[in-house]
């Protein structure tokens, strides 16, 4: 267990829909990221949050929205789904938004693999 | 352009031997990260080796070092006496400092032979 949480672990649902991915950071990480990992694309960066506060952005698309919570867990919302959105989505989780130096713990959940059929 | 190029897709090794992936990195930031993850078929991104860019002595981890070579900049991970086990998808990845992302390589899939 890496301390990243992720749900659900898989999520198969129809064109059209929306659906939202739950990630549960480390404890005592204040940042999560979110990563698409597609056959074509392979592993994008999508968005990050830092104690609530959007840091940093992506590819990601319009119809994708996250949020990070004052618990600092974190939700990707994907609406209007596409067949090209079914992918692994990873979130990741680390102390802070940058170091100086070391890895600072830069964590990975276990994903969440989405198919739209 | 911050961009991460592994240029083997697949590779083969015998078991017990030694085995290098290959990685090069472009970026015109003094201070980075460079990282080795290992994702076996289950998917689950497990993380392998880290080098920064001032560290002046190669990282090692067990199996693992990492062949850093920042005039050329590289980042070949090298594993040696490879296992059954080793048998996995290889992604290199750098990690920029202003935000904390990381940018992939498109990755090298390892097959081990008995």
């Known amino acids: 267990d890496s301390g990243v949480t992720q749900t659900p672990k898989h999520l198969i649902t129809a064109t059209g829909q929306r659906v939202t991915l739950r990630c549960s950071p480390r404890s005592g990480d204040l940042s999560v990221y979110w990563y698409q990992q597609s056959l074509d694309q392979g592993l994008q960066f999508l968005i990050q949050y830092y104690n609530g506060e959007e840091r940093a952005k992506g590819n990601i698309l319009e119809r994708f929205s996250a949020q990070q919570f004052p618990d600092l867990h974190s939700e990707l919302n994907l609406s209007s789904l596409e067949l090209g959105d079914s992918a692994l989505y990873f979130c990741?989780?680390?102390?802070?938004?940058?170091?100086?130096?070391?890895?600072?713990?830069?964590?990975f959940g276990s994903g969440t693999r989405l198919t739209v059929v | 352009a911050q961009k991460i190029t592994q240029t083997q897709p697949g590779m083969f090794v015998q078991e017990k031997e030694a085995v290098t992936l290959d990685c090069t990195y472009d970026?015109?930031?003094?201070?980075?990260?460079l990282f080795w993850y290992k994702q076996p078929s289950s998917g689950e991104m497990i993380f392998l080796i880290y080098?920064?860019?001032?560290?002046?002595q190669n990282a090692t981890e067990g199996r693992y070092s990492l062949n850093f070579q920042k005039a050329r900049k590289s980042a070949n991970l090298v594993i040696s006496a490879s296992q059954l086990g080793d048998s996995a998808m290889y992604f290199c990845a750098m990690r920029v400092y202003q935000g904390g992302k990381l940018i992939f390589g498109q990755g090298t899939e390892l097959s081990v032979k008995p």
């Open positions: 080098q920064g860019s001032y560290d002046e």
């Open positions: 990741a989780s680390s102390v802070a938004p940058r170091a100086s130096g070391g890895n600072y713990g830069y964590t």
């Open positions: 970026t015109s930031d003094q201070s980075y990260g």
